[in-house]
């Protein structure tokens, strides 16, 4: 089943604001741009992971999964039918146009649009970080996290936990917050789940995680610097104890950079719940403030 997040793929007008961003303060690559003029970004040696699309407005195109085996795409068909979702194996075509060997795509019932794949495109030792950078903690536990709003996440549990998703731990603020956390490899989860109003779903965040203290910090300095909106300062969470801030993007969703989120033994990990989301920081910072929650849409 799935075992890591592959890429993520977003609409938006605002293409031409990326690149900044990507190279000033992420510190990632662009790669070759898209045939449709897409921003392309390397964070290590998968050809990309991450594509900006020309849009006429924010969406989240698609999510992308990966399987660690071929035949793993037949049990993925297998589960999405049992599930009542039609999965499709994609052409050729599109497996070329997103770097991989072979693809199934499917519509979750809140409109989400997945891509799982086998056989991610890379080139060893190609990746280049635009500035001074330890590098991106990528490899088996995939491009990072993604932060889903669901009207209902008692329905997503029963959805995602199918396609391999582990419950890590929840964190549960009575009248604030109620969202679980998801395992599919060692990264203390790749997926989560957070509860939204009824009608709509969304992106809230992808998390991309560096493998120094010291990279977050100076990310911190540099989205200051270049007026990038930040949304949430540094801080630690008390789940997975992940050191991270968190900046709005030109696309309506947010990215958490961060450093040390704990890893996940599966032999002796135990589910837990909290009551708040950090141990200390984390708090809203002047420059995000009135930046949208997220990439909404309505539910289908
Ligand atoms: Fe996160």
């Known amino acids: 089943m799935i075992t890591s997040l592959a890429y993520l793929g977003i609409r938006s007008p605002k293409v031409d604001e990326w690149p900044d961003l990507v190279t000033k303060v992420w510190g990632a690559q662009l790669a070759e741009p898209g045939p ?4 392309r970004v390397k964070f290590d040696d998968a050809l990309w992971r991450l594509q900006i699309h020309p849009g006429e407005k924010d969406e989240t195109a698609y999510i992308g999964w990966s399987v660690d085996r071929e035949e793993d795409l037949q049990a993925v068909l297998k589960t999405l039918a ?3 979702v039609t999965g499709e194996v994609g052409s050729a075509e599109l497996a070329a146009e997103r ?3 072979r693809i199934v795509v499917f519509t979750d019932p809140w409109g989400f649009r997945h891509e799982v ?6 080139v060893p030792c190609s990746f280049r970080p635009s500035r001074p950078l330890s590098g ?4 088996p536990q995939g491009l990072g996290h993604v932060l889903l709003l669901l009207p209902d996440i008692e329905q997503g549990h029963e959805f995602f936990s199918r396609l391999g998703f582990r419950l890590s731990d929840k964190i549960i603020i009575p009248g604030r917050l109620n969202a679980r956390f998801y395992h599919c490899n060692a990264r203390h989860h790749t ?3 957070g509860q939204c109003e009824p009608g ?3 992106l809230n965040h992808l998390m991309i995680q560096v493998g120094s203290i010291d990279d977050v910090g100076l990310a911190y300095e540099l989205a200051e610097e270049h007026g990038v909106p930040i949304t949430l300062t540094l801080g630690r969470h008390t789940n997975d104890r992940q050191f991270s801030f968190y900046h709005s993007t030109p696309s309506s969703f947010h990215v958490e950079y961060g450093y040390g989120g704990l890893e996940v033994d599966e032999e002796t990990w135990v589910p837990r719940v909290y009551d708040r989301t950090q141990i200390w920081g984390h708090r809203p910072h002047p420059s995000g403030k009135g930046r949208p929650f ?3 849409h309505p539910v289908p």
């Open 191 to 193: 997926l989560a789940l």
């Open 117 to 122: 794949t086998w056989g991610q495109s890379s």
């Open 136 to 139: 991106f903690v990528t490899g």
């Open 36 to 39: 449709d003029g897409a921003v």
């Open 294 to 296: 997220g990439i909404m």
């Open 200 to 202: 709509v779903a969304g």
């Open 82 to 84: 049992d599930l009542g």
């Open 99 to 101: 770097a991989v060997n």
